[in-house]
């Protein structure tokens, strides 16, 4: 490893620093959207089971809100319901698309960086093949000769810069596409989930 770096030379190492990025956001990502810690299967029917007579304790709440993202999506609609007892229908609403939207810029965290390196490891892997071919043409002596050396120096920055490049770039992109995908069914998820809570804590709403 340490030789191909070494043949690689100085433009190697932004695209080392970006595999190295990608692959912390990627192990990150890939732990915070499992379904256990954004959307647990049972924690609506629970919370529905919980709610069926009475609103639960603002601590009971609080935990809710601090057990997963879902959780706290559903606790800000119980938490409006309990603060405000003659809530209307469109003001639960807005409650849950609020906590919503701030539940979705939480799962959306880090990957417009993961689409950036994705993006810009290709153009790196570039700019060395550049600075390899400068090289190669700075090996060719005035008189005609070639210094064998400079030459094979800079075939060795333009290939391995180029091949990291991609080889950094594609799966970068593919756990990006991924993790989009993924976001777009937990966000679907808990639009469902706020669905069926509106009508079920709307009947502790005191009619005026």
């Known amino acids: 490893m340490l030789s191909i770096i070494q043949a690689a030379g100085w433009p190697i190492?932004?695209?080392?620093?970006?595999?190295?990025?990608?692959?912390?956001?990627?192990?990150?990502?890939?732990?915070?959207?499992?379904?256990?810690?954004?959307?647990?299967?049972?924690?609506?029917?629970?919370?529905?089971?919980?709610?069926?007579?009475?609103?639960?304790?603002?601590d009971v709440v609080g935990k809710l809100a601090d057990s997963s993202v879902l959780g706290s999506v559903l606790a800000a609609g119980l938490q409006s319901v309990i603060a405000e007892p003659r809530i209307s229908e469109t003001a639960l609403r807005q409650s849950f698309e609020?906590?919503?939207?701030?539940?979705?810029?939480?799962?959306?965290?880090?990957?417009?960086?993961?689409?950036?390196?994705?993006?810009?490891?290709?153009?790196?892997?570039?700019?060395?093949?550049?600075?390899?071919?400068?090289e190669i043409f700075g090996s060719q002596a005035p008189g005609g000769g070639s210094n064998p050396q400079l030459l094979a120096h800079g075939i060795s920055v333009a290939l391995y810069n180029t091949a990291l490049g991609l080889m950094?770039?594609?799966?970068?992109?593919?756990?990006?596409?991924?993790?989009?995908?993924?976001?777009?069914?937990?966000?679907?998820?808990?639009?469902?989930?706020?669905?069926?809570?509106?009508?079920?804590?709307?009947?502790?709403s005191v009619k005026s």
């Open 13 to 58: 190492w932004p695209l080392l620093l970006c595999s190295v990025v990608a692959l912390a956001l990627v192990i990150e990502r890939l732990y915070q959207l499992r379904a256990a810690v954004v959307a647990p299967a049972k924690l609506l029917d629970e919370v529905m089971a919980v709610t069926r007579t009475s609103l639960p304790a603002g």
């Open 98 to 134: 609020n906590a919503g939207r701030q539940a979705l810029h939480g799962l959306e965290r880090y990957l417009n960086a993961l689409g950036t390196i994705a993006s810009a490891a290709p153009l790196l892997g570039l700019f060395g093949t550049v600075v390899g071919m400068i």
């Open 168 to 204: 950094i770039a594609v799966p970068t992109l593919m756990f990006y596409r991924y993790f989009r995908g993924r976001v777009d069914d937990l966000q679907l998820t808990l639009e469902l989930a706020a669905e069926r809570m509106v009508p079920h804590l709307m009947r502790f």
